[in-house]
Every structure is written in structure tokens, then in C-alpha cells.
């Protein structure tokens, strides 16, 4: 009989014991499979919808969070300028407002009104319905992409009117309601659910800000060229307007890495390693506890000839059955789990419709299964200590005398 | 006058004016006509800049120093932990806000000698912060006037309450199903003692209650215990995440209710897996419980 048999006998001889020490691992394993989902999953997802957008350089005239608003100046001439680059592929202009969408019959509603020169597939939005904004913005004077949200709480369709009038914040505004034409209905990439998204060209912009000839943009966006890459872009512009603050994708990621996910990384941190060691102290304790009402069976094992070194391996066959049962449930336990959490999560105001903080990595589920099989090991450590050193003799006395 | 300068960018907040500003600290004396006014330093950028208390500083609303003014700094002060901001690190001046208008007037706009980003209002009724926001909205349309209390919704720390609640729910299943286990080998370990004891004629019900009673005690041992846990790993933590970040926010509270609820629910948990356990090996007849 093998070590693997003996552990396997005694799992399934103590069914109750068994069966709820899994599902305790389970449970367990899913928090620490979760936790370390976290610790990736949010950065990993902001940085998949930087990419979704098409742009990987970022130009910006101030750095870290945007607390004051510093809108770059004569944004037009910069962007015909960094679009000469060599290393450059397409230059777009984006420029935020506030503003308020009325219609008749309908209360008015807040919306983030974004101005941009981009359209087609370099822009933050998936079109679902009519047609991409013009890329000549003296065809139209105010077209408009609404969020889907928004066109089906209004029943808007491209070809519907609205009206538009921008707010200015910490001031009081008389600006008039520009009447604007919805040319599409898309999916906004970094909507969030507390709010709406209308997009406009940036000639449409002007208009709903009463004609105001300003040329100032929150966000110049660039495309680099494959052969030269974002790192290159980077230099080039930062080499024609020291001015200004460049950042690839890679550089918002590792700010985002830093200050913005600081919490959930540390809170995965914390978590993780108190799962570990929650599950490392209740598995070791279980394995100990079941050793201990064992002791007349292992020394008659041994007296019948079974050697330290099978005993050994048989406990530690039951500890990799336990947490290695468990574990395996782990995994759609933890997935269930994770999609609750992320729900939860993603309630939080501003976070985009589309970020998630929970997301599958194959490297996180390699080192939650390495950390399951340190933890099956380690807590399996001190029962084989203890039966390695038992006394045959005396203790099959104890056990049939006593 | 060897002048140390340091100078670098950092977020000045006085009152509720903000603007972006260059420190220069001059550790000699003044290159001002005017006697400094005094000006109050994060401890955060008193450290990053190696300004003291009476050193003069100069402050400028742009890189180039155009309009520049001196200040002497009259205090270092701790500024008041933000959760929403702790990684931020925490480079602020505090000024009188004449002082600042002055700094950041526009000559070519009267009204910027005249203009804040806020003000804050202290009602004599705080209940009454809702209508007042109401009726200031409607006086004055195009002003935003809200509470200074967190709203009930989007608020982003009841969002991660909600997180936090969910998690010590998993926490407390997985816990309750090892607890389980644990007094599923207990319960075998004194099977023939159960039924000795039964054979001597006690009652399954006074088996029971004993069970219940001990089942009492070891979760309440178990739950203050973990409330003890709990109140030195507070210390800990918040220790070393206030040295990660530089702040004096409080990360973790294990507060009376806090470990009172934790009570409430181990007990509870302690005894109905005691008994449960117990009462696989209670329900059977005395002879299988003595192995006859």
C-alpha cells in the first residue's frame, strides 16, 4: 500500500472532517486567489483601456493629479508642430466642459462634454449606432456622439436634436443653449456609470461655449509611429516643448501604479498574506489535532514495518489532499467571488464602466498554486515532525492499555 | 548672502484659494524693501525644501519669479490627513488671504483682487445645511453650494465599507467551516467518554448544555483573543503605513463596537458548531458510543 493510498483511506474513512477542511481551504484560497487579482488587476485593466484608445503618448501642461486645471495654450499650432515629428503618426486635441443637455419634456442632465479632434479608431468611444464625427467641422456646426446610456434613457437616434449649454464651474454662467444634432450613439471607453458622456467636435465645443475663439486643450493625445514607438515619441516632443509634461502609456500606468491603486495594492498586500497564513496555522492545526487522536494507528503502522519516511510522505499526501481539494474549488469559488467584489467595487463615483478591478492573470493563479503548495507543506511539517519522533512502544501502550 | 535656494513646484492651499507656486528659501536675509508677512509650511515641504521657523522665502505664482514676494515662515504645521489624497505628497503653504490675492491679482482683471475659489459657511443649525444649500442655489443660480457632509450616495468610502463587509463575510465562512472540523475531531476524541458519561444516566440534554457552555467559553476566549490581536496589529499597521506615506492618517481603528460585533458573531458561531458537532456523536444509542 502507498503513502498515497494510506492518505487517501484516512481522508475518506474521516468523510465530515475532510469534506469541511476543503470547503475552509476553499473559502480561504478564493479570498487569496482574489486578493491577488487585485493586486494587478485594476493597473492591468486602466492600461488596457489606454491602449483601447489608440493613442500612446500623452501631452499634458501640468504632471501628477489634475487638482488645478491648466489647459495648454495655442493647443492647435503645438499639435501641427508635434505632428511634423518624424516619430509622430496622428495628433489629436481633447478638451473637457461641464455642461447641460435640455430637451423638451425632460428634466436637464449633467453631462461631461468632451471636445476632441479625434474620430474613427483612434477615438475613446466604440460607435453603436450612426456615424463617426465629422472630420471637417465646417460640415456641421455641433455634431454630437451621446453615450448609449444616455440616448436610450432620452430615446435619442442619430438625426435627434438637443440643446446644449455649457456651465463654467465656481462661476455663474448666462450662456446661451446651443442646439446640437446627434450624429451616433457609442460606448464611451472611460464612462463612468455616475455620469454621462456627449462628445463634439471641437468647432462644436466653441459654439456651445458661446463662440469663445479660445485655443486651449486639456489633452493632446499622440499615435506613434510603430517603427519609431512611444519611448521616442515621448523625447522628440518633450526635445520641442520643454514646457510641457509628456507621458507614454507606460509612464500614466506606473503613476496610476503608484498614487491612485496604492490602496487596493496594499489592501491585496495585507490580505493575501493573512489568508496564507490563515490557511498555513487552520490546516497545520487540523492535521495536528487528527495526527494526535492517530498516534496508536501511525506507531502500529510503523510497528507493522512502515518506515518514518512513508509515514511522512502519507501525511503529507493528506495535507496536499485538503488543501489541494480545496484549492481546486478555489478556483470558480474565487472567480464567483471576484465577480461580487468587482461589482461592489465598481460602484465607487467616477471609476469607468469598463475598468475592472479583479482580472484574470495566469501569473497570479501560478503563485496562488505556489502558495497553496507551500502552505500544504509547511503545515504538514509539524505532524511529520511529531510522528517521526513517537515511540512505538510506549505508545502503542498508552493507546491499548490506557 | 549665500542664499540656499531651493525651488521646485508644489500645490500652495490657503483657505480655499489654490494656486501653483515656486518656493525660493533664502536662509539669510531678506532681498525684499517690505518686512515679510508670515507664511506657514507643511512639515512635509519644511523637510523636502530645509526651511525652519523665521527663514525667509520667496513665493512666485510662475517658474520665472515675475511676481515674486517674500514671507517668513512663522510656523511648520502637520496638515490635516486626507484619505482621498494619502499618497499625494503633502507640499502646502498656508497664508492670510489678502497676502495671497495680492500674490495672484491680475492687474488686467479688477474683479481677481475680489475673487475666491470657496467659501466655507459655519451654520448655527448644521441640520439645516441642506436648505441653506437649497435656497443659496436659488438666489444665486450658477453657484455650487453643497453640504459639507459626505452625500449618502457616491460616496467612495462607503463603497469600500461595503468591500471591507464582504470580505469579513467570506473571512467568517471559511472560518466557521475549519471550526467546524476542528470540533468534528473533537467531538470523536471524547466519543467513549460521552458514553460513559451517558451510561452513568446523564441526560443528552445536560450532555448538550455542558457542550454549550464550553462552546461558550472557548469562543468568547477565542473572540477576546482575536479583539486583542486585533488591537496590536492596529499599531502596527498604522505605523507602517503612516512611515510609507508620510502621514499622520489613521489607516486601521479597532474600535469598542468593532470588537463587540466580532464578539457577537464568534460566540454565537462557537456554540452552534459545538453543538452541532456534538450532537452527530449525542444523537446515537449508548452502546455504539462505548464501541459494544
Request: hydrophobic share 50%.
Amino acid at each position: 500500500m502507498t503513502s498515497a493510498w494510506l492518505a487517501w483511506r484516512t481522508t475518506t474513512r474521516y468523510r465530515a472532517r475532510s469534506a469541511l477542511a476543503m470547503i475552509g481551504v476553499a473559502v480561504i484560497s478564493a479570498l487569496l486567489f482574489d486578493m491577488l487579482l487585485l493586486s494587478h488587476g485594476l493597473v492591468d485593466s486602466f492600461a488596457d483601456l489606454l491602449e483601447h484608445a489608440g493613442y500612446d503618448v500623452r501631452v499634458l501642461s501640468t504632471e501628477g493629479v489634475p487638482l488645478l486645471r491648466a489647459p495648454i495654450p495655442q493647443a492647435a499650432e503645438l499639435a501641427v508642430a508635434v505632428g511634423q515629428l518624424p516619430e509622430v503618426e496622428s495628433v489629436a486635441r481633447v478638451r473637457f466642459e461641464r455642461a447641460v443637455v435640455t430637451t423638451q419634456g425632460r428634466p436637464d442632465v449633467d453631462v461631461a462634454l468632451l471636445g476632441t479632434t479625434a474620430t474613427g479608431t483612434h477615438a475613446a468611444w466604440t460607435l453603436l449606432k450612426g456615424a463617426e464625427l465629422p472630420n471637417d467641422p465646417s460640415l456641421e456646426r455641433c455634431p454630437l456622439i451621446v453615450a448609449q446610456r444616455l440616448a436610450t434613457a432620452w430615446a435619442l437616434v442619430p438625426g435627434s436634436t438637443v440643446s446644449i449649454r455649457a456651465t463654467l464651474p465656481g462661476r455663474q454662467s448666462a450662456l446661451p443653449a446651443v442646439g446640437c444634432r446627434v450624429v451616433g450613439t457609442a460606448d464611451f471607453l472611460f464612462a463612468s456609470a455616475d455620469e454621462y458622456d456627449v462628445a463634439t467636435t471641437m468647432q462644436g465645443l466653441r459654439e456651445v461655449k458661446g463662440g469663445a475663439a479660445d485655443d486651449e486643450a486639456d489633452l493632446v493625445l499622440v499615435a506613434s509611429r510603430p517603427q519609431a514607438g512611444p519611448a521616442a515619441a515621448v523625447r522628440a516632443i518633450a526635445k520641442l516643448r520643454p514646457d510641457l509634461r509628456v507621458y507614454s502609456n507606460e509612464d500614466v500606468v506606473a503613476q496610476f501604479n503608484r498614487n491612485g491603486f496604492a490602496y487596493f495594492r496594499q489592501v491585496s498586500v495585507v490580505l493575501s498574506s493573512m489568508t496564507v497564513v490563515f490557511a498555513f496555522l487552520l490546516v497545520g492545526t487540523l492535521l495536528t489535532v487528527s495526527t494526535n487522536q492517530r498516534l496508536g494507528e501511525i506507531a502500529a503502522l510503523r510497528a507493522l514495518g512502515i518506515g518514518r519516511p512513508r509515514i511522512a510522505s502519507m501525511l503529507l499526501y493528506e495535507s496536499a489532499l485538503l488543501v489541494g481539494g480545496g484549492g481546486v474549488l478555489a478556483l470558480p469559488l474565487g472567480g464567483m467571488l471576484a465577480f461580487g467584489l468587482d461589482r461592489i467595487l465598481r460602484q465607487m463615483p467616477g471609476v469607468p464602466e469598463r475598468l475592472h478591478f479583479f482580472v484574470f492573470a495566469p501569473g497570479a493563479l501560478v503563485l496562488h498554486l505556489a502558495l497553496l503548495a507551500a502552505t500544504a507543506i509547511i503545515a504538514a511539517s509539524y505532524p511529520i515532525w511529531l510522528t517521526a519522533r513517537l515511540p512505538i512502544a510506549p505508545t502503542l501502550r498508552h493507546e491499548v492499555v490506557g | 548672502m549665500t542664499a540656499r535656494l531651493v525651488r521646485f513646484a508644489f500645490v500652495f492651499l490657503v483657505g480655499a484659494a489654490t494656486i501653483t507656486g515656486v518656493v525660493r528659501a533664502a536662509a539669510a536675509a531678506t532681498r525684499s524693501s517690505a518686512e515679510p508677512v508670515p507664511i506657514l509650511i507643511s512639515r512635509q515641504l519644511s523637510t523636502r525644501a530645509h526651511v525652519a521657523v523665521g527663514d525667509v522665502v520667496t513665493l512666485a505664482t510662475d517658474p520665472t519669479g515675475t511676481t515674486a514676494r517674500t514671507f517668513r515662515v512663522a510656523a511648520i504645521y502637520e496638515p490635516t490627513p486626507d484619505p482621498m489624497r494619502f499618497t499625494a505628497e503633502r507640499l502646502e503653504a498656508r497664508v492670510h488671504l489678502h497676502d495671497l490675492v495680492e500674490l495672484t491679482a491680475d492687474a488686467a482683471v479688477p474683479a481677481s483682487a475680489d475673487a475666491v475659489d470657496t467659501i466655507n459657511v459655519r451654520l448655527i443649525d448644521p441640520a439645516d445645511a441642506g436648505q441653506f444649500a437649497s435656497d443659496l442655489t436659488a438666489r444665486m443660480p450658477g453657484l455650487t453650494v453643497r453640504p459639507t457632509s459626505r452625500p449618502p450616495e457616491g460616496d467612495p468610502f462607503a463603497v469600500l465599507d461595503r468591500f471591507h463587509l464582504a470580505i469579513a463575510i467570506v473571512t467568517v465562512v471559511g472560518s466557521t467551516a475549519f471550526l467546524l472540523a476542528l470540533m468534528v475531531i473533537r467531538a470523536e476524541e471524547r466519543r467513549e467518554t460521552i458514553g460513559a458519561l451517558r451510561l452513568l444516566g446523564i441526560s443528552r440534554r445536560s450532555l448538550l448544555i455542558e457542550v454549550a457552555i464550553e462552546g461558550v467559553l472557548i469562543a468568547a476566549a477565542g473572540a477576546v483573543f482575536g479583539a486583542l490581536v486585533a488591537f496590536g496589529a492596529e499599531r502596527i499597521v498604522n505605523r507602517v503605513f503612516q512611515t510609507r506615506y508620510d502621514t499622520t492618517l489613521v489607516f486601521v481603528r479597532v474600535t469598542a463596537s468593532i470588537a463587540l460585533r466580532s464578539i457577537a458573531i464568534a460566540v454565537p458561531l462557537g456554540i452552534v458548531a459545538g453543538v452541532g458537532a456534538s450532537w452527530t456523536l449525542l444523537r446515537r444509542d449508548i452502546l455504539t458510543l462505548v464501541r459494544r
